[in-house]
């Protein structure tokens, strides 16, 4: 390939308090990014390399591009205004970080509102500012959250890598390393895909993966999962215009992409929900999974009575009361504390300072050894439907560890 073609450094005025690059990035919204050793985020989106860094007031962004003659010939995504813009030789860069990381909102208000609608939030979120749900493309949430079912974060990361590497174009080479863009529906639905899946380590995901790809290409019209967009969050160019009556169960246009997502194969209530939230712009979209679950139960007084055990009424009652405290952007909401109780960032929680500083992002920038390993044992990173569905195993694993430190308590 020949020399890509990078554009130099530019900025957005934005602190801290309305994005925090490495808690948003890595609280498992998205799969792709990857952080160097000078902490700069980087991802193939759309065509480009997209690369961003922050300091306490402004958020940095470069695009890479290929060469105009190797630009990808087909967009990667269901949408394809940016890449026409990239092999066009057009920068719509700011535009497009804008709109990705949802910079719009000022988070800051929305903080203060949530935390006097609850106790709990104002508890934590001091401490997890910066948090935004990113406007990804609806074709990899759809693939991403596929893959979530009964994983974690970091082998998520590694089944996207794979799916890029072996099925979507080559946009460049930047310090060494290569970047794929998103593989297209079309590219997953050829034949032999899902034995292949198979032999890359992803199980029986990859019969979801295939016929939910088999689906998207022969079964709807081009465009049909940004069809299920909220219409006040529309793809990148497109004028917003109002969704509707807000109800305790979520707009009409909410239930309705919540009930056709659920047509597509490997795709329950939490994978619909997660899409819902982050690839098609629900605001009030509440995926409830074990860290949930959790939450729902140490804070918000449920399991028990009616709601001891996450049914499908539990589920749904879940999400009604997180959108009681907080509207129609309950499910952001609910992200921060998602992201609160995540292993990776449980050391905030202790500190007795406020996370404001860079030096604390720097702290927990990159999963250790062991906490990479615990979380491949433990219920915090695993992402799953009702409590029928869990598996056995995992429910040993609990009860091995719980044991222990019963053991460890009564040695000291």
């Not at 208000?109 to 990804?136: H, I």
């Not at 998207?216 to 215009?241: Q, V, Y």
């Not at 009702?386 to 040993?396: D, W």
Request: some cysteine; overall charge positive; glycine content about 6%.
């Amino acid at each position: 390939m020949a020399a890509s073609r990078p554009l130099q450094w530019r900025k957005i005025p934005v602190s801290l308090a309305e994005l925090c690059l490495n808690t948003t990035l890595r609280c498992g919204q998205s799969f792709r990014w990857k952080k160097s050793d000078d902490d700069v985020w980087s991802c193939a989106l759309r065509g480009r390399i997209l690369s961003l860094r922050q300091d306490p007031t402004h958020l940095h962004y470069k695009a890479t591009f290929p060469p105009v003659s190797h630009a990808p010939s087909t967009p990667p995504s269901s949408v394809s205004s940016s890449t026409i813009a990239a092999s066009s030789g057009e920068d719509d860069t700011e535009d497009f970080v804008r709109h990705y990381l949802n910079l719009d909102p000022n988070l800051t208000e929305l903080y203060e509102q949530w935390s006097l609608a609850d106790s709990n939030f104002r508890k934590k979120a001091p401490k997890f500012t910066g948090v935004r749900v990113l406007r990804q493309d609806a074709w990899e949430a759809l693939v991403g959250f596929i893959c979530s079912s009964n994983n974690n974060i970091i082998r998520i990361s590694q089944m996207m890598e794979k799916l890029c590497f072996h099925y979507g174009s080559l946009v460049g080479t930047m310090d060494s390393r290569d970047f794929y863009d998103m593989p297209a529906a079309s590219a997953l639905a050829a034949p032999g895909v899902e034995a292949h899946l198979r032999q890359l380590g992803f199980g029986y995901r990859a019969k979801y993966l295939y016929q939910t790809a088999l689906m998207i290409c022969h079964e709807h019209d081009a465009g049909w999962l940004d069809e299920l967009r909220n219409p006040e969050s529309p793809i990148l160019g497109a004028k917003p215009s109002n969704a509707g009556e807000m109800l305790p169960e979520g707009r009409e246009g909410y239930r309705n992409a919540h009930e056709e997502l659920l047509t597509l194969q490997g795709v329950g209530p939490k994978v619909a929900d997660c899409i819902c939230l982050m690839g098609l712009g629900w605001g009030e979209a509440v995926p409830v999974d074990t860290h949930v679950w959790q939450i729902a139960q140490r804070d918000y007084k449920f399991g028990k009575g009616k709601h001891s055990s996450l049914t499908k009424a539990t589920y749904d009652a879940i999400g009604e009361k997180f959108r009681s405290l907080w509207g129609k952007e309950a499910g952001w909401a609910h992200s921060v504390l998602f992201t609160a109780d995540l292993r990776a960032f449980s050391a905030r929680l202790s500190s007795k300072v406020e996370v404001k500083e860079i030096k604390e992002e720097d702290e927990t920038a990159v999963l250790t050894e062991t906490q990479a390993k615990s979380e491949l044992l433990t219920p915090v990173s695993i992402k799953r439907e009702f409590e029928e569905e869990k598996k056995p195993l995992t429910k040993k694993i609990t009860l091995t560890r719980k044991t222990k430190r019963r053991r460890k308590a009564l040695q000291t």
